[in-house]
């Protein structure tokens, strides 16, 4: 994402309008930007790998800071259960005492500790002295980190402070802030989506002062306002062999971790479809999550062969890393399938994920798929209900919340037959989670950038 978010947008257009020499240095390889047209330096760093050390002084940090702001807050209580461990492994052995420890020592003091502890162990490594010296190389004015929590990023960020070369991390995603960890270390600035991401950073990192915040929207939307990307209704069809006289539904996937319930729920579609229970015959498109495979439906691909699938076409960048998730990459290509997909189908359906704001931003009504609680066979994602970004979503009666079958079929119906009718309240979600308009997101983050060098 932030390779879609920063590379596939016009950021890097803009920077270089606003500074006199622009830098990528790049934790993917560098093959990765073969055929892309960038007009800039091109770096590849070697990454970081955590040894237990490390592990064990961020771990320290990340449950830290879980511990100090779970009460009151679901989304992270939810996290904070999620991460304990049970194993007998000696990560496993670790993680039961860092709970231990941190459920007395959690203030945002020993917070601080524990990430200065955390760089200690790094400090005198190759690959940070490495970064060290390729900055004093470069001679930056800023270093400017599109993702603020990858672990393999606290070394690069040791070396820019030691260096005194300022540093402005963006707020990833909308539910950064209010249900996950600690950042990987501190910044300088924060560049976020809007004010209530504003108030969240305040709030869940008391250190961090109002000036030091800019909100300038996010770039995640920015490509479905450039022309560069999409293509024609009839190339649309044609794409995903849709028939043009029949309303798509598109159902978007989580991955598995988060959204295991998705070929139910598909299934329970593509059976209504059959039944005839909705009022208007459909096309169904289904779009897998681009974070796995598409094996786990396959047998309903096999079962339902009028369901139409949409693959995105991401590639896996290096396969020997880490944080294996990090290198897997949009192609171009997919940016064009996306961009389609929302402007042209006629509902979204998905498990309250992301894509709820990207079809909204396309005037398109949403429905919101959470069968699963705990007293069902079901995996419970209507506890995502309670978390902080959830709630927004719920209040704002934006979207369609179906708990069964029943109340999916009837939402299913209303979206197609009055879509416009929570387009006021999803205006005001919109507003709510995304501050800026979406045209010249990029020139607005450059020219903040530019202003706090």
Same mark, same amino acid.
């Given at each position: 994402?932030?390779?879609?978010?920063?590379?596939?947008?016009?950021?890097?257009?803009?920077?270089?309008?606003?500074?006199?020499?622009?830098?990528?240095?790049?934790?993917?390889?560098?093959?990765a930007y073969a055929d892309l047209d960038l007009h800039c330096d091109i770096i590849?760093?070697?990454?970081?790998?955590?040894?237990?050390?490390?592990?064990?002084?961020?771990?320290?940090?990340?449950?830290?800071?879980?511990?100090?702001?779970?009460?009151?807050?679901?989304?992270?209580?939810?996290?904070?259960?999620?991460?304990?461990?049970?194993?007998?492994?000696?990560?496993?052995?670790?993680?039961?005492?860092?709970?231990?420890?941190?459920?007395?020592?959690?203030?945002?003091?020993?917070?601080?500790?524990?990430?200065?502890? $955390?760089?200690?162990?790094? +400090?005198?490594?190759?690959?940070?002295?490495?970064?060290?010296?390729?900055? *004093?190389?470069? =001679? &930056? /004015?800023?270093?400017?980190?599109?993702?603020?929590?990858?672990?393999?990023?606290?070394?690069?960020?040791?070396?820019?402070?030691?260096?005194?070369?300022?540093?402005?991390?963006?707020?990833?995603?909308?539910?950064?802030?209010?249900?996950?960890?600690?950042?990987?270390?501190?910044?300088?600035?924060?560049?976020?989506?809007?004010?209530?991401?504003?108030?969240?950073?305040?709030?869940?990192?008391?250190?961090?002062?109002?000036?030091?915040?800019?909100?300038?929207?996010?770039? $995640?939307?920015?490509?479905? +306002?450039?022309?560069?990307?999409?293509?024609?209704?009839?190339?649309?069809? *044609?794409?995903? =062999? &849709? /028939?043009?006289?029949?309303?798509?539904?598109?159902?978007?996937?989580?991955?598995?971790?988060?959204?295991?319930?998705?070929?139910?729920?598909?299934?329970?579609?593509?059976?209504?479809?059959?039944?005839?229970?909705?009022?208007?015959?459909?096309?169904?498109?289904?779009?897998?999550?681009?974070?796995?495979?598409?094996?786990?439906?396959?047998?309903?691909?096999?079962?339902?062969?009028?369901?139409?699938?949409?693959?995105?076409?991401?590639?896996?960048?290096?396969?020997?890393? $880490?944080?294996?998730?990090?290198?897997?990459?949009?192609?171009?290509?997919d940016v064009h399938d996306l961009k389609a997909v929302l402007q042209y189908s006629?509902?979204?359906?998905?498990?309250?994920?992301?894509?709820?704001?990207?079809?909204?931003?396309?005037?398109?009504?949403?429905?919101?798929?959470?069968?699963?609680?705990?007293?069902?066979?079901?995996?419970?994602?209507?506890?995502?209900?309670?978390?902080?970004?959830?709630?927004?979503?719920?209040?704002?009666?934006?979207?369609y919340i179906t708990k069964n079958k029943e109340q999916l079929i009837e939402a299913?119906?209303?979206?197609?037959?009055?879509?416009?009718?929570?387009?006021?309240?999803?205006?005001?979600?919109?507003?709510?989670?995304?501050?800026?308009?979406?045209?010249?997101?990029?020139?607005?983050?450059?020219?903040?950038?530019?202003?706090?060098?």
């Amino acid at each position: 994402m932030g390779f879609r978010n920063f590379i596939l947008s016009d950021f890097v257009i803009e920077a270089q309008k606003q500074f006199s020499c622009v830098v990528l240095l790049s934790c993917l390889p560098k093959e990765a930007y073969a055929d892309l047209d960038l007009h800039c330096d091109i770096i590849e760093l070697d990454v970081f790998e955590e040894t237990f050390t490390t592990w064990f002084f961020r771990k320290l940090k990340e449950v830290a800071h879980l511990q100090l702001h779970r009460k009151g807050n679901f989304g992270i209580t939810d996290n904070f259960i999620a991460n304990h461990s049970r194993v007998n492994t000696p990560r496993g052995i670790a993680t039961r005492f860092i709970y231990r420890f941190t459920s007395s020592f959690c203030s945002e003091k020993w917070i601080k500790k524990y990430n200065r502890w $955390q760089q200690l162990t790094f +400090v005198n490594h190759p690959i940070t002295k490495g970064y060290k010296n390729l900055l *004093q190389h470069l =001679e &930056l /004015d800023s270093l400017f980190f599109t993702h603020q929590r990858p672990p393999y990023i606290a070394p690069l960020l040791l070396a820019a402070e030691e260096l005194q070369v300022k540093t402005t991390t963006f707020i990833f995603s909308w539910d950064n802030l209010a249900s996950k960890g600690r950042m990987a270390a501190d910044f300088d600035r924060y560049l976020v989506w809007s004010d209530l991401m504003k108030q969240e950073l305040l709030t869940f990192y008391t250190s961090i002062k109002s000036e030091q915040v800019a909100v300038v929207g996010t770039p $995640q939307f920015e490509p479905y +306002v450039l022309p560069r990307y999409g293509y024609s209704l009839i190339e649309y069809h *044609q794409r995903f =062999e &849709l /028939d043009p006289t029949k309303p798509t539904l598109l159902f978007s996937c989580g991955d598995v971790s988060t959204s295991p319930n998705d070929p139910i729920y598909i299934e329970t579609i593509a059976n209504a479809m059959v039944n005839q229970d909705l009022e208007q015959t459909v096309n169904l498109l289904v779009r897998t999550s681009p974070a796995e495979s598409p094996k786990r439906f396959a047998f309903l691909a096999e079962k339902y062969p009028f369901i139409r699938w949409n693959y995105p076409q991401w590639v896996q960048a290096r396969s020997t890393h $880490q944080e294996s998730w990090s290198q897997r990459i949009p192609t171009v290509a997919d940016v064009h399938d996306l961009k389609a997909v929302l402007q042209y189908s006629a509902v979204n359906i998905n498990m309250l994920s992301t894509m709820s704001l990207d079809f909204m931003l396309f005037d398109k009504p949403v429905v919101n798929t959470v069968f699963g609680n705990s007293s069902t066979n079901l995996a419970n994602d209507q506890r995502f209900l309670q978390y902080a970004h959830i709630e927004y979503v719920v209040d704002s009666g934006a979207t369609y919340i179906t708990k069964n079958k029943e109340q999916l079929i009837e939402a299913i119906n209303k979206a197609l037959t009055t879509p416009d009718a929570k387009l006021y309240q999803q205006k005001a979600l919109l507003n709510l989670q995304i501050g800026a308009e979406l045209k010249g997101t990029s020139k607005r983050i450059a020219s903040v950038l530019a202003q706090w060098k």
